[in-house]
């Protein structure tokens, strides 16, 4: 089945900085690929989503690249300010079955003001 | 418009004591799932619901675990027999439809703890 590793598992960096977390997946039939942010004690929020027939999307200071051949994708979060601290998870999922997400670890942002 | 709601928010049981969670999708939206997420961990992808059917249960860990939903909206995620590794936020999800993957929207949770 789909499996999905991501990196780093945690990430510090600078106010005003970029921060850029990683992901692979193994199944090439995956075709829709969502971040989520999570704060504490709080449910996972979609923050962008990308699908296989694009390789880049922005929104804002949030983009995400997709490489097919590579079967990686990438969140890039630009001028990084402190309430982008929280976990981020990348997912898999393909429209040949249920639609079901495969997650990755997540990934720990800090920013410091 | 209201999100997706789930109750309790926190629940806490003794170890073989049975238990109920719910989740209130957003209106309108057919497709369902449930997720556990443990302590520190990803989210792990329990059962799935289109409608009132659930066509895709791979995810339950043990035959413990049940899950319905009636009337194409509410569903109530049963755990039996509860065990201390069952401690974990277990969080419901809605989207409009499941054909194409679409947009899956969490409530906060409803933290389970076993003692």
């Known amino acids: 089945g789909e499996n999905v590793e991501q990196h780093p598992s945690t990430l510090s960096v600078q106010e005003g900085d970029s921060a850029v977390i990683k992901c692979t997946y193994s199944?090439?039939?995956?075709?829709?690929f969502p971040w989520y942010k999570q704060e504490l004690g709080k449910g996972p929020q979609l923050i962008i989503d990308i699908r296989s027939n694009v390789g880049e999307k922005k929104d804002q200071r949030i983009a995400v690249t997709l490489n097919k051949t590579a079967k990686h994708f990438s969140l890039h979060i630009t001028e990084t300010q402190p309430e982008d601290s929280a976990v981020y998870f990348c997912a898999a999922s393909t429209s040949s079955n249920t639609g079901k997400l495969i997650f990755g670890q997540g990934t720990t942002l800090q920013v410091k003001p | 418009g209201a999100g997706v709601s789930q109750s309790p928010s926190n629940k806490v049981t003794e170890k073989g004591k049975d238990v109920e969670l719910r989740c209130d999708p957003i209106s309108g939206h057919t497709a369902l799932y449930w997720y556990r997420q443990s302590l520190g961990q990803g989210l792990e992808f329990l059962i799935y619901f289109q409608g009132n059917s659930a066509p895709d249960k791979s995810g339950l860990p043990s035959d413990r675990f049940s899950a319905e939903r009636t009337g194409g909206s509410v569903s109530t995620l049963t755990i039996q027999r509860t065990q201390q590794e069952d401690s974990a936020v277990y969080l419901c999800a809605s989207s409009l439809s499941s054909g194409q993957p679409d947009t899956q929207y969490f409530g906060p949770g409803t933290r389970l703890t076993v003692l």
């Open positions: 199944d090439s039939a995956s075709n829709y």
